[in-house]
């Protein structure tokens, strides 16, 4: 049973630049979550897709947009990159809300370097 | 809102000894309380759970019971290893307002020597 997958692994873009990050669930899963996970700090929730929708968002600028498909992968992307966009981000799966246990299963993340 | 507070560390131990992380939190619903762990350079791994009051999560040799009096779930292991080794973060999530997005503590770093 393959986990919750991400690509790439490492990333380095320039300031102003754009990115697009890319997960696949764990199996059985439908529900995607996003965290951007600074040093030193924990998760910070970005935003989680349900059936192809943005259903819940943190504190995050629009330039922080997402997509989920219809076999529940997901893509995050940043526009206009700055520095302080440099983290490990997060993605994690879930069940439907509402049709099980609230756990959710991380990924290994795609750390960005922004310079 | 929610929050969740854990001890600062790092905190250090010896090999075989006992470990107790702190956490605390703030909840307008119930609840449901989780460690995670993150080893380095990895993404964070569902250490163990607990859903109402009074139930005891265990894993690996780790523990933590639900105290919905103290609002605590404090993190405990008879003997770390060295191997134990990463840092360590405590969750919430509840379903206040439909949402079930965890709030994580910051993280507390358990560094074991031989």
């Known amino acids: 049973d393959a986990g919750v997958t991400q690509s790439p692994t490492h990333l380095i873009k320039t300031r102003g630049q754009q990115v697009t990050l890319r997960c696949s669930p764990k199996?059985?899963?439908?529900?995607v979550s996003w965290y951007q996970q600074a040093l030193g700090q924990g998760p910070q929730f970005i935003f989680q897709y349900y059936e192809e929708e943005e259903r819940q968002r943190g504190n995050f600028p629009d330039r922080f947009s997402g997509h989920q498909f219809p076999n529940y992968s997901s893509e995050l992307n940043v526009n206009a990159l700055l520095l302080g966009d440099s983290a490990l981000y997060l993605c994690a799966s879930s069940v439907t809300p509402g049709q099980g246990s609230y756990e959710q299963y991380f990924g290994p993340g795609t750390r960005l370097t922004v310079t | 809102g929610n929050s969740v507070t854990q001890m600062e560390g790092p905190v250090t131990l010896s090999e075989e000894a006992f470990l107790t992380i702190n956490c605390t939190y703030t909840a307008t619903g119930y609840p449901s309380l989780f460690w995670y762990v993150q080893y380095p350079g990895e993404g964070l791994q569902l250490l163990l759970k607990?859903?109402?009051?009074?139930d005891k999560g265990s894993n690996k040799g780790f523990e933590a019971t639900y105290r919905k009096e103290t609002t605590s779930f404090h993190l405990e292991k008879g003997s770390v290893q060295v191997s134990d080794s990463a840092v360590y973060f405590c969750?919430?999530?509840?379903?206040?307002?439909?949402?079930?997005?965890?709030?994580f503590g910051r993280g507390t770093s358990l560094i074991v020597h031989p």
């Open positions: 969750a919430l999530s509840d379903r206040t307002g439909g949402s079930y997005i965890p709030t």
């Open positions: 607990a859903t109402k009051a009074d």
């Open positions: 199996s059985g899963h439908d529900t």
